[in-house]
């Protein structure tokens, strides 16, 4: 007596947890593009309050990854939760802290090229209303100048 039997399929995962999958997905995504927004130039990252203001992108950041991370299967928490490590510890160290130029030494910014065009060229200036302001990533400021 012979059986004639099929090749096997693959399993497919059941449909909720692709669903699950798929939510973790856009956690992570949306966790990034927060991050991302964290390390736009603004007034507010001032020196003396860079962390205060950075915080809450970083804890809403955090919270949607680990969120991420438990939401997808379990052979991509490792490369979900690695990844995000990574990208907290680079929006954390990225982020710009912003000093402001003060009218009185705005010339000697300006010595041989005006403050706008440098800040075209890529230099770390940005104007808000009036005011120019210098803006480097935190880790620049902490440990060069």
Do not use: N
Request: proline share 10%.
């Amino acid at each position: 007596m012979s059986s004639l039997s099929s090749p096997s399929k693959p399993s497919l995962p059941p449909p909720r947890r692709l669903g699950l999958g798929a939510v973790g997905a856009v956690l992570f995504l949306a966790a990034t593009a927060i991050l991302a927004s964290g390390v736009q130039p603004t007034p507010r990252f001032s020196l003396e309050r860079h962390w205060h203001e950075f915080a809450p992108f970083a804890l809403v950041g955090g919270i949607l990854m680990a969120g991420a991370c438990a939401l997808v299967r379990s052979r991509y928490r490792v490369p979900f939760g690695v990844a995000s490590i990574v990208l907290l510890a680079v929006a954390a160290l990225a982020h710009p802290v912003c000093v402001l130029i003060p009218k009185a030494e705005r010339p000697s910014f300006e010595t041989v090229i005006p403050l706008r065009e440098r800040a075209l060229r890529g230099e770390p200036f940005c104007r808000f209303g009036d005011d120019w302001y210098q803006c480097k990533s935190f880790i620049s400021r902490a440990f060069f100048f």
